[in-house]
């Protein structure tokens, strides 16, 4: 399977509190909720056709829980494109500590994470999509496990909280595979990866 990562971005990279306040060592109660604006029915009928073409999704612990808790709990999320497609596929969530899942067709991959996320790629099937989840695209990206990014940006510099790409970390080349912009701002892009970049 490719392994693609479905991200929401501020401009200046902010992935946290995009939907509204979070407890964090940086406050964000001012800030939290910075995608809500922008969300209109184009971008969320985009977000629906990202999810839909996935065949399965993995997730890390914080953001299986939030998930599970939302679109796999509440009727008119579930009925939703986006909570169809989550409910209707396998899901894969990287914790040590999650013993026993309640979303239906979850199964928690407790040990080695890149190894196991390596062997579920080398699975047949399209695309395992990785939605949110910070840390654990950083550990995929610093594995080379990733072959795509999903990139919704959304015009806003936020100035505080996590960011997307570490202040360090490994460099990786991209190719820009496709692209296009809501009339709201929000831009939608997908990079494929490719290797180490080359310098001048």
Same mark, same amino acid.
């Given at each position: 399977?490719?392994?693609?990562?479905?991200?929401?971005?501020?401009?200046?990279?902010?992935?946290?509190?995009?939907?509204?306040?979070?407890?964090?060592?940086?406050?964000?109660?001012?800030?939290?909720?910075?995608?809500?604006?922008?969300?209109?029915?184009?971008?969320?009928?985009?977000?629906?056709?990202?999810?839909?073409?996935?065949?399965?999704?993995?997730?890390?612990?914080?953001?299986?829980?939030?998930?599970?808790?939302?679109?796999?709990?509440?009727?008119?999320?579930?009925?939703?494109?986006?909570?169809?497609?989550?409910?209707?596929?396998?899901?894969?969530?990287?914790?040590?500590?999650?013993?026993?899942?309640?979303?239906?067709?979850?199964?928690?991959?407790?040990? +080695?994470? $890149?190894?196991?996320?390596? !062997?579920?790629? #080398?699975?047949? %099937? &399209?695309?395992?999509?990785? *939605?949110?989840?910070?840390?654990?695209?950083?550990?995929?990206?610093?594995?080379?496990?990733?072959?795509?990014?999903?990139?919704?940006?959304?015009?806003?510099?936020?100035?505080?909280?996590?960011?997307?790409?570490?202040?360090?970390?490994? +460099?990786? $080349?991209?190719?820009?595979? !496709?692209?296009? #912009?809501?009339? %709201? &701002?929000?831009?939608?892009? *997908?990079?494929?990866?490719?290797?180490?970049?080359?310098?001048?």
């Amino acid at each position: 399977m490719k392994l693609t990562t479905n991200t929401n971005v501020s401009v200046d990279g902010v992935m946290q509190g995009l939907g509204g306040p979070v407890k964090a060592a940086v406050s964000l109660s001012k800030c939290g909720g910075w995608a809500m604006p922008h969300f209109d029915s184009e971008t969320a009928a985009l977000t629906g056709q990202v999810y839909g073409r996935a065949d399965a999704f993995l997730f890390g612990r914080w953001t299986y829980e939030v998930f599970a808790g939302s679109w796999g709990a509440i009727e008119d999320m579930k009925r939703h494109p986006i909570g169809e497609a989550l409910n209707s596929r396998p899901k894969y969530v990287a914790s040590t500590t999650l013993t026993d899942p309640g979303w239906a067709d979850t199964t928690v991959l407790s040990g +080695d994470v $890149a190894a196991a996320v390596g !062997e579920l790629k #080398a699975q047949p %099937g &399209g695309e395992l999509q990785v *939605v949110g989840s910070l840390s654990l695209v950083r550990l995929l990206l610093d594995h080379d496990l990733v072959d795509e990014i999903i990139l919704l940006t959304y015009p806003v510099v936020v100035g505080q909280g996590r960011r997307l790409f570490p202040d360090s970390g490994p +460099d990786t $080349a991209l190719e820009l595979v !496709e692209s296009r #912009a809501t009339a %709201g &701002g929000v831009t939608f892009q *997908v990079y494929r990866t490719a290797g180490r970049p080359q310098y001048g």
